[in-house]
């Protein structure tokens, strides 16, 4: 891990870190907006189930009043105990809740009574009497209110192990002129529930009654399945008794939201996550794009720290704006001595200001620039002056306007030094090479003058002798002296080509020890304007580690060159044909056994190294070979012949050989050797 990733990584753990409690709040808050919509749903609910339960019981109030009317009916017409029972039968069939009608005096005597027919006989198990305390209790009641009395409520069993809660109704009949009696009513508690209560109360619900403790007395309905249910609880108050009714509903738990309030909130909140989903992935990608940007940058100012090339931007107005490190290295001054800087220039030599102020209004003015750029000339802070090449461009900005001008700028020093070095050194060669000419001419001239010369002195001398057997004239005297002349004269000319020839021998020859491949390297401009014009590539072979040479190395150099053009001038353009692959000319050194240097007084024996030139060209033939280094033999028009005679005079003044054969598949090659510096071996 980089030091460098560590705060990074915290970054990020913070991030998740924060993301996290973020949804812990929002589910937190989820969760509490459901239990709260929940738990007022359920309180809305408690309510309606408690207001519902009070509807139920007024209705069996009302019920059981409109009941008392229609029972109040049956004695509107003093009726016989036997007349009693017909409208009592039918009574008794459009209440169900009504076991038993009985019609009694005031003593509780029995004078008529009627059993629903709908169930068994109530005293089908058990004595009617047994529940005459029950009666009695509530016809007490009845006669203090003077109206309808309600007895407790109490269980009677019947056949079958079955039974019910019934409860007593009773009802004090007045008529005047008759005796008082009583009109009972059995209740059924299950039938009440049955038959009073709206049935639109009632779905799905359980409802009974129940004892003060909860102790269930009559039941009508249940709740169905095991859900938690909610129950809600109303009193039944009857004249002479109270009853508890118990309403239970099934409590609503559909699913995770169970009403509409929770279902929305609960959107909502997914809403939000999904914003905040939203936004989170918006941040990271913003993010990712500030990383992008951040290394994009990075990358951009490595690339221009790492330039070798100046870059400036200017402003419109001629400000400086930007400079990158390349450009103040080359003037010498900080970005903060350059940046904010307008024109004149800083960098501009003072006696150029009149002229570099023209050309920057001209630009300004709208003119288009070279693309290739232009040349000019900045000045250091010390003060020197150095080429430049100025290439600009307009700086157009995102929305297209142009807010200036961008500028590389590359120092042209170092390409004017070796420019320079160059065409000193071509101009060394070719002062070298005329010298080297005029040498070899001399000599030639003076090896081929000697002879005649010599045979004129010889004349002349003997010419003198014949004259001395003539007799004295001024003739003879005359003749001698012209005689005297021509020897005097033959002599001097003798003189004067062997001077004008030691003169050029007399050309110092230091003989220092050089690399091959810097001799190559000095003549390989030259050779590559000549090659490029002719289509021909150069190839250099130059084993590593090849000893140095004692030599001249302007001679030399001199050799190579004149080699390598003649290479070059037997492959004309179209021989060989391009697509042959074989314009090429090849360049090679290469070290030889150890053997004898020719020259007097050198070491028996040495290490040397052979140069070839090898060319692709139409070769020679014999005639050309016999004659290739007789003086002023050319084959070319322009030719002087003198460039291999010069080429292996060279040579063999530095103890070497030159020779050539043919090359192949096709041309020439020529060879000569040089002593290596060193590894001289004593014989
Ligand atoms: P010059 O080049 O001035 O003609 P040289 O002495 O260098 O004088 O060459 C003499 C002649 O030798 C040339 O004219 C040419 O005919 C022949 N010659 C020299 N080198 C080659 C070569 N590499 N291939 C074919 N002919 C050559």
New binding site residues.
């Given amino acids: 891990m980089t030091p460098a990733a560590l705060p990074g990584q915290g970054l990020r753990s913070r991030r998740w870190l924060l993301w996290a409690a973020l949804l812990t709040l929002v589910a937190l808050l989820l969760g509490v907006l459901v239990f709260l919509a929940a738990e007022y749903e359920q309180a809305r609910d408690q309510a309606a189930l408690e207001s519902d339960a009070t509807q139920v019981a007024t209705d069996i109030r009302s019920g059981l009043l409109r009941n008392v009317q229609t029972l109040q009916s049956l004695h509107s017409v003093s009726p016989t105990p036997d007349s009693w029972v017909l409208p009592a039968t039918e009574l008794l069939n459009a209440h169900r809740e009504i076991m038993r009608l009985e019609w009694r005096d005031a003593t509780y005597r029995l004078l008529a009574a009627r059993d629903t027919p709908f169930r068994g006989h109530l005293a089908g198990y058990l004595e009617r009497d047994q529940f005459l305390p029950e009666m009695r209790q509530a016809c007490e009641s009845a006669r203090r209110l003077s109206g309808p009395a309600f007895s407790a409520s109490y269980f009677w069993p019947m056949s079958g192990g079955q039974g019910m809660e019934l409860m007593e109704m009773c009802l004090p009949v007045v008529r005047p002129g008759e005796p008082m009696g009583f009109l009972v009513a059995t209740y059924t508690l299950p039938g009440l529930l049955a038959e009073l209560p709206g049935r639109s109360l009632l779905r799905d619900r359980g409802l009974a009654f129940t004892e003060p403790d909860g102790t269930r007395l009559a039941l009508h309905s249940t709740v169905q399945g095991s859900q938690r249910s909610l129950s809600a609880s109303a009193l039944l108050d009857l004249p002479g008794h109270t009853l508890m009714l118990r309403l239970e509903s099934p409590r609503r738990t559909g699913g995770l939201f169970p009403n509409v309030l929770t279902a929305v909130v609960g959107a909502l909140s997914l809403a939000l996550l999904a914003v905040l989903a939203l936004f989170g992935r918006d941040m990271r990608r913003r993010q990712r794009a500030e990383l992008e940007v951040a290394e994009a940058l990075a990358f951009r100012k490595a690339m221009e720290n790492s330039l070798v090339t100046g870059l400036r931007a200017r402003g419109l107005d001629g400000r400086v704006t930007y400079v990158n490190p390349a450009f103040c290295q080359m003037v010498g001054l900080a970005p903060e001595q350059l940046i904010g800087t307008g024109l004149p220039a800083p960098w501009w030599p003072p006696e150029l200001v009149d002229e570099y102020q023209q050309r920057q209004a001209v630009r300004l003015a709208g003119q288009t620039l070279p693309r290739e750029g232009y040349e000019s000339v900045f000045q250091r802070s010390d003060g020197t002056r150095f080429p430049v090449l100025i290439i600009e461009a307009p700086l157009i900005d995102a929305q297209g306007v142009q807010t200036g001008f961008m500028s590389a700028i590359l120092d042209l020093t170092e390409q004017r030094r070796v420019e320079e070095l160059n065409r000193a050194s071509q101009d060394r060669l070719q002062a070298t090479a005329r010298l080297a000419t005029v040498g070899e001419m001399a000599s030639l001239l003076s090896h081929e003058l000697n002879q005649p010369l010599a045979a004129i002195a010889s004349y002349a001398t003997g010419t003198l002798n014949l004259l001395q057997d003539v007799p004295e004239t001024p003739v003879r005297a005359d003749l001698a002296l012209a005689m005297q002349r021509i020897s005097e004269q033959a002599e001097r000319a003798g003189r004067v080509i062997k001077s004008v020839a030691d003169f050029v021998r007399r050309r110092e020859q230091v003989h220092e020890p050089v690399a091959p491949q810097s001799l190559v390297d000095a003549i390989a401009p030259l050779l590559a304007l000549q090659a490029k014009k002719l289509g021909i590539r150069l190839q250099v072979r130059m084993p590593a580690g090849i000893s140095a040479v004692l030599c001249d190395r302007t001679m030399v150099e001199q050799v190579l060159l ?1 080699l390598a053009r ?2 070059m001038q ?1 492959m004309p353009e179209g021989d060989p044909p391009q697509q042959s692959g074989l314009r090429v000319l090849t360049l090679s050194a290469r070290q030889t056994r150890l053997h004898a240097d020719t020259r007097p007084g050198g070491p028996a024996r040495r290490l040397w190294v052979e140069f070839s030139v090898t ?1 692709h ?4 033939s014999a005639e ?1 070979q016999a004659q ?1 280094f007789t003086p002023f ?4 028009s322009e ?7 010069l080429c292996r005079t060279v040579i063999e003044q530095h103890g070497g050989a030159l020779n050539h054969e043919a090359a192949q598949p096709r041309g ?1 090659v ?1 060879r000569f050797t040089l002593p290596a510096a060193g590894f001289v071996l004593p014989t």
Avoid: C, P, R
Wanted: net charge neutral; charged share 10%; no cysteine.
């Fill in positions: 004149n003649n290479g037997a060319d060209g139409q070769g020679m050309v290739l033999f050319t084959t070319k030719g002087m012949g003198l460039g291999l005679s020439t020529f």
